[in-house]
């Protein structure tokens, strides 16, 4: 299993469950199809103990396929795009 950070919302899967947690909730709100876990939840007042939580029990969840991550629901098992150079 992978567990991708993104701010940005890069495209990113690979053979195995890749959950992909977002940084911040405007991202995790425009990207709903692509990102599986909303971390700027804590930017907003949930404690980080809570959050923890949350992604603890979606990992559980993923890894014993009760859930699937969003990039197996939508078929991606190899996808990456990254931009080159400097990022504004």
Not at 6 to 34: D, E, Q
Not at 69 to 75: C, I, V
């Amino acid at each position: 299993m992978v567990l991708f950070t993104t701010g940005r919302g890069t495209p990113f899967a690979c053979p195995v469950p890749t959950i992909k947690i977002s940084s911040n909730s405007h991202l995790a709100g425009f990207k709903r199809n692509w990102i599986d876990f909303n971390a700027g939840t804590i930017a907003e007042g949930e404690s980080r103990e809570a959050a923890a939580d949350r992604l603890f029990q979606y990992i559980l969840d993923v890894a014993s396929g009760r859930v699937h991550a969003k990039s197996e629901a939508l078929d991606k098992h190899e996808l990456a795009i990254f931009k080159n150079g400097v990022t504004l």
